[in-house]
């Protein structure tokens, strides 16, 4: 039997792929009909084999193999570019799936490069342990808590708020900014301005409260004076 085949040779995506990305048998074979196809569809990291099975006239079985390899990244991970001091924030998605396409290995269907991806698999843990952990304080409690306030809609009830927030990023931006990417630096600096903004516009209004406050001291006096005067006339 002849037929054209493209086979995928792609990376782990977390989803079912059909390894047969094409397939046409010389003379217009129908699948169902005069052959049957299994083991194309897969999701795990490996090697793995495809088996056709002739159907009535066509008795003969063939196999092929297709490859569904680990993301990219592992290159990274395993030559130590990507480690837990120097790793990225905006890495994180990417690791994780990478992980999640190493626990799918079976030694069934891996060969050359199962001592490898274990190799990889070992070093991930502590990588991703500390971006969740970096994860976590870009998004504590309270820099989500000023997330909305601006010099707009600020109060005095949010000044702790803000001041917590703000003690946050100021941390992360100066311990933490080699870590965080970019993106992520540019977000918290922004955050920060807007922070910043809206304890400038609550410092105006203290300001202003304390100037009253203090001109109805030094007048108290005379307002007590001027109403006995009144009462006297």
Known sequence: IVYSIVLYNGEYTGEEIDGLEFLEFEGGLVEG???????????????????????????????????ILPPSVI???????????????????????????????????????????????????AIIDALEELDALVNSEDI????????????????????????????????????LGAETVEELEQRLET????????KAVEDTVARIEKWLKDNEKKFDADELKLREE
Request: proline fraction near 1%; aromatic fraction near 4%.
């Open 33 to 67: 009909t005069d052959y049957t196809v299994s083991g194309n569809i897969r999701t795990a990291v490996g090697t793995h084999t495809v088996t056709f099975t002739g159907i009535g006239n066509y008795c003969d079985e063939q196999t092929v193999n297709f490859e």
């Open 75 to 125: 290159r990274d991970v395993l030559d130590d570019t990507i480690t837990a001091d120097n790793v990225t924030l905006d890495r994180l998605d990417e690791l994780k799936l990478l992980e999640e396409a190493l626990s799918t290995i079976n030694e069934d269907t891996v060969h050359d490069d199962l001592e490898e991806w274990k190799n990889a698999a070992e070093k991930l843990p």
């Open 144 to 179: 989500k808590a000023a997330e909305d306030i601006n010099a707009d809609n600020v109060t005095m009830d949010d000044k702790q708020s803000l001041e917590d927030a703000k003690a946050d990023i100021v941390k992360l931006l100066d311990q933490y900014s080699g870590n």
């Open 195 to 202: 922070i910043e903004d809206s304890l400038d516009a609550l």
